[in-house]
């Protein structure tokens, strides 16, 4: 297991006895005792209480789409003051993040993650590195890669063709059956038509039900109505810190995913700020998103322990933002309020027509 440092490192100075010329033997056990002593230090790790990451898998055969446990087992970080855990960025894009859990014990954190394999050709779970949070040091840990079995979704030995068995001739007269079809296929047509006005009845046009026209659903008014349940259900939002701010970030993520087709909820924090950059999106709504969305990931992740005046922050830093896509994204709010009565009148036309026949 490796662990980056910064500083100098640390030097055996080699051990010198200088003695008086004497008895030959006495010296060559000294000697002897010295050598074995200093190749024992060598040989012991110099800290005890190294950090470790220990890695495993709950099963040894993947194929592409299945879900599997990620397990890594980390020892020797209770001196830290935090630990920053890998994120859907670090897994690469063949893995995705289906749940993350942290498992604190008395000898170290347990990590779970859910993870949903999508590729084709790969063989393990990446290396991943761990942030280690020593007052303003950062110290990074290791987690060597985990390799796996990956197995095909189809066998190519029971898709290769099994031989056909041989066929038997038969010899037989086959022209009276195909004569006495071919004769009842003639008296079945002529009845057919003959009385074709009494067999067949010509439906009735299916009235198809007449549906009221949909209204329309604000993006901005869906947010205000979940910032506001939110307030109403964490009076003390600071007891539940986690579960705030990660309905408040989801709330976030769903006005960029519904008003402007951005991948939100399935986008890390640095990804959606990426994509808002490249769409040249207001400077102050990036930096609302980015203030709100950093702070949830601390909460879930870096297990920061929000205060009441971070929950006070957050949620006047929620509102403010509501306020600023108010006025920055009301031509894209009107310009859906067109788009979706274009489309009801474009149903109730189709309705029409469908009734008329």
């Known amino acids: 297991m490796e662990i980056h440092y910064r500083g100098a490192c640390k030097t055996h100075a080699p051990v010198c006895l200088n003695r008086p010329p004497g008895n030959a033997g006495g010296q060559a056990i000294v000697m002897f005792i010295v050598t ?5 230090l060598s040989v012991l790790p110099e800290n005890t209480n190294a950090q470790q990451a220990a890695p495993s898998i709950d099963r040894d055969t993947i194929r592409t789409g299945d879900t599997f446990q990620f397990h890594v087992h980390i020892t020797g970080v209770e001196t830290f003051d935090d630990m920053i855990y890998p994120d859907s960025a670090d897994f690469g894009t063949d893995f995705v993040i289906r749940n ?3 498992e604190p014990g008395p000898d170290g954190d347990q990590l779970t993650y859910l ?3 999508f590729g084709i050709d790969n063989r393990s779970v990446p ?7 020593d007052g303003t040091d950062t110290l990074f840990l290791v987690i060597p890669e985990t390799p796996f079995i990956y197995e095909e979704r189809v066998d190519e030995e029971e898709a290769e063709l099994r031989p056909l068995k041989p066929i038997f001739p038969f010899f037989r007269n086959w022209w009276p059956i195909i004569l006495g079809i071919a004769i009842l296929a003639a008296l079945i047509g002529y009845l057919i038509y003959r009385y074709r006005d ?21 993006p901005l008014k869906a947010l205000l109505k979940e910032l506001a349940r939110i307030e109403h259900a964490h009076p ?5 810190a986690k579960l705030f701010h990660t ?4 709330a976030i993520r769903t006005y960029f995913e519904h008003t402007h087709n951005v991948p939100a909820l399935e986008s890390t924090t640095f990804e959606l700020l990426q994509i808002l950059e490249s769409r040249r999106f207001d400077d102050e709504v990036i930096r609302l998103a980015g203030t709100l969305l950093q702070q949830a990931d601390l909460v879930k ?4 322990k929000a205060n009441e005046s971070d929950c006070r922050d957050v949620i006047k830093h929620a509102h403010i933002f509501a306020e600023r896509i108010a006025i920055i994204d009301r031509p894209k709010l009107e310009a859906l309020r067109s788009r979706h009565k274009m489309q009801q009148k474009e149903k109730i036309s189709e309705e029409l027509r469908y009734d008329l026949g």
């Open 36 to 40: 074995a002593t200093a190749l024992l």
């Open 301 to 304: 992740f870096a297990k920061y």
């Open 236 to 240: 003390r939002p600071e007891q539940n």
């Open 100 to 102: 993350m859990t942290v």
């Open 198 to 218: 009494r067999l067949f009845t010509r439906p009735a046009p299916v009235q198809a039900p007449k549906e009221k026209p949909l209204p329309f659903q604000s």
């Open 127 to 133: 290396e991943l590195h761990a942030g280690l949070i």
């Open 247 to 250: 309905e408040l970030g989801d």
């Open 115 to 117: 993870l949903q394999f």
